[in-house]
């Protein structure tokens, strides 16, 4: 390892995967500290849902972009890229290793590689595809983006109505495809990012998916998704764990069938989480339980 040279060790892979604990060990390894790249950990009255680090986790190693925001604050990816590259600096002019841990895959990007540049575009034209959303549901955006931009339609998370609609006003506002913004020349960064991902067998992530909403459930989570109902409208509440419990308090379903929906829609955020950081062909991938000394031989042998 040059000491001249700047790291930050990118810790990914989908969620209940143990991104958490393997962030600790390093940072304590590394004498050094985290910064959380996971977007929905951002709000400080959203902790149950978002399996945000426990008072012990964050008592074991300093950490950075927890709980610092509130949900009734606009912050957005490009605001979180700037805050995290200035705390990056500030942390590199004491630790020659930085941690980033988060399953929150272009919040990851931002901080590694820098977004996409976009024009600025009238906002009308987001109100009235909000409308739209609200009038005519997800299924007419999707179809839309299809027709305006088929590459975009193909490869954003087209579920997501917030992905949807901002590829959507950009095409509408630029005439141009969303996509044709994508990939272009990034900013350099002024250190090297060493990504180490965690996984598992299929059944072993979906198994610890299952295990963790159960977890939650006795830990609270209803109470604090009620304790938010005043909010539920706020994009940040639009989220897994939060959306099917406001369905069961607006009794619009059982308690059962909304834990079991929180069950199936975080099963399927892991394989869109998987899918995104597998087009990272430099990753160092490990089974969740390959012990700590391989990961940290690992990271040393890149650097």
């Known amino acids: 390892m040059l000491s001249n040279n700047k790291y930050l060790i ?3 892979g989908p969620t209940a995967i143990g991104k958490t604990s393997l962030s600790i060990k ?6 050094t500290e ?10 400080k009255e959203m902790s149950i849902g978002t399996a945000a680090p426990t008072e012990e986790e964050l008592a074991a190693a300093p950490h950075h972009f927890i709980h610092h925001k509130s949900i009734t604050e606009d912050y957005n990816v490009g605001a979180f890229e ?3 590259l200035i705390k990056i600096e500030e942390l590199h002019q004491k630790h020659d290793i930085v941690i980033m841990v988060g399953g929150s895959g272009l919040y990851v990007d931002a901080v590694t590689k820098g977004l996409d540049y976009f024009p600025d575009v009238d906002p009308k034209i987001r109100e009235q595809l909000n409308k739209t959303l609200e009038n005519e ?7 839309q983006l299809k027709t305006l931009d088929e590459v975009a339609y193909k490869t954003i998370a087209i579920d997501n109505p917030h992905r949807v609609i901002r590829a959507l006003e950009i095409c509408i506002g630029t005439k141009q495809p969303y996509s044709s913004f994508l990939n272009k020349e990034k900013n350099k960064r002024p250190f090297k990012t060493i990504t180490v991902g965690l996984t598992a ?9 299952n295990q963790r909403v159960d977890i939650m459930v006795e830990n609270g989570l209803i109470e604090e998704v009620k304790s938010l109902t005043e909010y539920k409208s706020l994009n940040a509440l639009n989220t897994v ?7 069961y308090l607006d009794e619009s379903c059982t308690v059962d069938f909304a834990i079991s929906e929180i069950k199936k829609n975080s099963r399927r955020f892991a394989k869109r989480q998987l899918t995104w950081f597998k087009r990272n062909n430099e990753t160092l991938w490990f089974d969740y339980l390959t012990p700590l000394e391989k990961v940290i031989k690992s990271i040393k042998d890149s650097m």
Do not use: P, T
């Open 26 to 31: 390093l940072a304590n390894f590394f004498n």
């Open 241 to 247: 764990g939060y959306k099917e419990i406001f369905n």
């Open 34 to 43: 985290i910064v959380s790249a996971d977007s929905r950990q951002f709000f």
């Open 82 to 84: 700037k805050d995290a």
């Open 10 to 12: 990118s810790i990914v």
């Open 137 to 143: 549901g997800l299924e007419v955006l999707q179809l």
């Open 201 to 209: 067998d299929r059944d072993i992530i979906y198994d610890r998916i």
